[in-house]
T-cell receptor, first 111, second 111 residues
Framework: DAKTTQPNSMESNEEEPVHLPCNHSTISGTDYIHWYRQLPSQGPEYVIHGLTSNVNNRMASLAIAEDRKSSTLILHRATLRDAAVYYCILGLEGSARQLTFGSGTQLTVLP | SQTIHQWPATLVQPVGSPLSLECTVEGTSNPNLYWYRQAAGRGLQLLFYSVGIGQISSEVPQNLSASRPQDRQFILSSKKLLLSDSGFYLC??????????FGSGTRLTVV
């Protein structure tokens, strides 16, 4: 399975934008890029996913590099509730046996 | 709308005792179902996945088993728990075109 590389931790100030990077140099042509986040003692929560084009939803934006070897999750205005572990994962959309979770990025939001 | 129920939320079991964790999904049919485990401070490890009734695939050889007696029911079991089975267990479902939705998890402590 293709792997992803994320920084272990990042800090952001409240109400400022946050750019969470993810490298996936061995991504295959059919792999979607998924982002999930996990609050302490909760299950992961879907954030966003995309294939080639940049994606926007009410939670975040996903910027995908042209060669698809990296991507960036953008939180436009971080809030304290955005403090979580963010996972960048590769997998087929809605398919079984995908979503291999790495260690993710622990985002700390400072008031 | 689709919902996923997972219980119990917490469980303390002695070594050698049996285990049964249940997960049910509402609002969708023929979902892909998953069991994940998360050790403290670690990422998620896929244990089992199922694409249909009675169809179970195991990702990691271990002391656990899974069953899918109904379309929207997924059960994680063990005949004799080990200390190393302690962790945070998460059930999830997915379908083509949907992201993955996780349950709220079960915190299992084997003593």
């Amino acid at each position: 399975d293709a792997k992803t590389t994320q920084p272990n931790s990042m800090e952001s100030n409240e109400e400022e934008p946050v750019h969470l990077p993810c490298n996936h140099s061995t991504i295959s042509g059919t792999d979607y890029i998924h982002w999930y986040r996990q609050l302490p003692s909760q299950g992961p929560e879907y954030v966003i996913h995309g294939l080639t084009s940049n994606v926007n939803n009410r939670m975040a934006s996903l910027a995908i590099a042209e060669d698809r070897k990296s991507s960036t999750l953008i939180l436009h205005r971080a809030t304290l509730r955005d403090a979580a572990v963010y996972y960048c994962i590769l997998g087929l959309e809605g398919s079984a046996r995908q979503l291999t979770f790495g260690s993710g990025t622990q985002l700390t939001v400072l008031p | 709308s689709q919902t996923i129920h997972q219980w119990p939320a917490t469980l303390v079991q002695p070594v050698g005792s049996p285990l049964s964790l249940e997960c049910t999904v509402e609002g969708t049919s023929n979902p892909n179902l998953y069991w994940y485990r998360q050790a403290a401070g670690r990422g998620l490890q896929l244990l089992f996945y199922s694409v249909g009734i009675g169809q179970i695939s195991s990702e990691v050889p271990q002391n656990l088993s899974a069953s899918r007696p109904q379309d929207r029911q997924f059960i994680l079991s063990s005949k004799k728990l080990l200390l190393s089975d302690s962790g945070f267990y998460l059930c999830a479902w997915s379908r083509q075109g949907y992201g993955y939705t996780f349950g709220s998890g079960t915190r299992l402590t084997v003593v």
